[in-house]
C-alpha cells in the first residue's frame, strides 16, 4: 500500500490543504484480515457526524464482517469484477439514504448529497484508521434493495468494503498498474466564478 510519505509522488496540491485529504484514496489490495466490530463502529461514528439538511439525517448502512452469516448476503450483490478484489475485504458495507424528511414526509431534495457527505467522512475516518476504504457502483442495485428488505422510501447510494492493507502483487496484474493514488482535475476545472463555464474542447 501507498505510504502516507510517499503520497506526494503522486498527488500535489495547488492551494493550501490539510494532508488527510491528500492521504485518502481508494486501494484495492487488502490481506483478508479480519476487523473487529469496534474497528467499523468507528467509520460509523465519523459517518453520524455529517451535516444534512433539516439535520435530517438521510444515511444509514447496511454492513457484514467476513465470515459472518451475513457475509454471503451482501458480498453476492456484487458485479464479478469487484468480487475479484473485493474477496479479501473485511467488511462490506450497503449505503442507502432516506428520500423524504422525518418530520413532515416530503421528498428531501438533498438527501443523496447529504448521504455523501457522510460517506466523505466513513473514507476519511477509515484512511487516518489506516484501513482501506473504498466505494463502488458495480454491484446489483435492485436485488439489494430486495434482499437487504430497503424500504420504498429509501434509495440504494453505493456499496463499499474495508479492509487492512494488503499488497498490490496479490491483485490480478491488470489492477496491480491502477493500484496508485489517482489524479484530480484542477481547481479552475471544478470552481467558476459567476456562471459555469465549458470545458474547453
Known amino acids: 500500500m501507498t505510504t502516507k510519505e510517499n503520497i506526494s509522488k503522486y498527488r500535489k496540491p495547488e492551494h493550501k490543504v490539510d494532508q488527510i485529504f491528500l492521504n485518502r484514496w481508494s486501494p484495492r489490495a487488502m490481506s483478508r484480515e479480519k476487523i473487529t466490530k469496534d474497528d467499523l463502529m468507528s467509520l460509523?461514528?465519523?459517518a453520524r457526524w455529517a451535516p444534512s439538511s433539516y439535520n435530517?439525517?438521510?444515511?444509514?448502512?447496511?454492513?457484514?464482517?467476513r465470515d459472518t452469516p451475513q457475509w454471503k448476503t451482501l458480498f453476492d450483490l456484487l458485479g464479478e469484477f469487484?468480487?475479484?478484489?473485493?474477496?479479501?475485504?473485511?467488511?462490506?458495507v450497503v449505503?442507502?439514504?432516506?428520500?423524504?424528511?422525518?418530520?413532515?414526509?416530503k421528498p428531501s431534495i438533498t438527501h443523496s448529497f447529504d448521504t455523501g457527505a457522510a460517506w466523505e467522512n466513513f473514507a476519511l475516518q477509515g484512511s487516518m484508521n489506516g484501513l482501506v476504504i473504498h466505494g463502488m457502483q458495480g454491484f446489483d442495485y435492485e436485488q439489494a434493495k430486495k434482499v437487504l428488505g430497503v424500504p420504498d422510501d429509501f434509495a440504494v447510494e453505493a456499496m463499499a468494503v474495508v479492509g487492512k492493507p494488503g499488497k498490490k502483487e496479490d491483485l490480478p496484474a491488470n489492477l496491480q498498474e491502477?493500484?496508485?493514488?489517482s489524479g484530480r482535475k484542477k481547481?479552475?476545472?471544478?470552481?467558476?466564478?459567476?456562471?459555469?463555464?465549458?470545458?474547453?474542447?
Not at 435530517?56 to 464482517?65: D, E, H, K, T, V
Not at 491502477?178 to 493514488?181: D, K, N
Not at 467558476?192 to 474547453?200: A, C, M, S, Y
Request: hydrophobic share 45%.
Open 44 to 46: 460509523f461514528e465519523a
Open 56 to 65: 435530517n439525517q438521510s444515511w444509514r448502512f447496511i454492513y457484514a464482517l
Open 82 to 92: 469487484n468480487q475479484m478484489w473485493c474477496k479479501n475485504a473485511a467488511a462490506v
Open 95 to 105: 449505503i442507502i439514504s432516506k428520500m423524504t424528511f422525518d418530520h413532515d414526509g
Open 178 to 181: 491502477r493500484e496508485v493514488p
Open 187 to 201: 481547481v479552475s476545472e471544478i470552481a467558476f466564478e459567476g456562471k459555469f463555464v465549458k470545458p474547453k474542447s
